[in-house]
């Protein structure tokens, strides 16, 4: 027989393991970044001259329209070529797709890079990308013509 309060602290003990599961399964984005993005667009989002453009506070205001909804999971999972103008400097590279990681993995680099980099400037309604927004572009990734209007909108 267990002491009085007991089953309480099982249950509550048991609750705690599941959600530790459930966390120990999810992408963390912060590592996806650093692992995969870092590199070009810098630990701190701002980008390299010449090289990469700036992900810190060029995002968020982006969020506010369908277009900009669209882009970002668009410019992960088809990636683009060619000249971009951010923050009034021309950059002419390749963003690489990067439909290899998992659609979990893409979701949350997205959501740590507009959580991180462009939390201020978020709409007060911004709701987070899930993996299911990967999984539908995975049958239909967008064209690079798409792209470039959806920046266009949303600019």
Not at 40 to 47: E, I, L, R
Not at 75 to 103: C, F, H, N
Not at 109 to 124: E, K, Q, R, T
Request: net charge neutral.
């Amino acid at each position: 027989m267990s002491a009085p309060g007991q089953g309480a602290a099982h249950r509550f003990a048991l609750a705690l393991l599941v959600a530790a599961a459930a966390s120990a399964g999810a992408a963390d984005g912060k590592a996806v970044y650093d692992a995969h993005c870092a590199a070009c667009h810098q630990p701190d989002g701002a980008g390299a001259l010449g090289l990469a453009p700036p992900l810190a506070g060029t995002l968020g205001k982006r969020m506010s329209a369908g277009a900009g909804r669209q882009y970002l999971p668009g410019i992960l999972m088809s990636g683009l070529a060619g000249r971009m103008e951010s923050k009034g400097v021309v950059y002419t590279g390749v963003m690489p797709s990067w439909q290899q990681l998992s659609d979990d993995e893409l979701a949350a680099v997205a959501n740590h890079v507009l959580a991180a980099f462009n939390g201020a400037s978020l709409p007060a309604d911004h709701q987070p990308f899930t993996a299911a927004t990967f999984s539908a572009l995975r049958d239909s990734k967008p064209t690079a013509k798409a792209l470039r209007a959806w920046r266009a909108e949303s600019d």
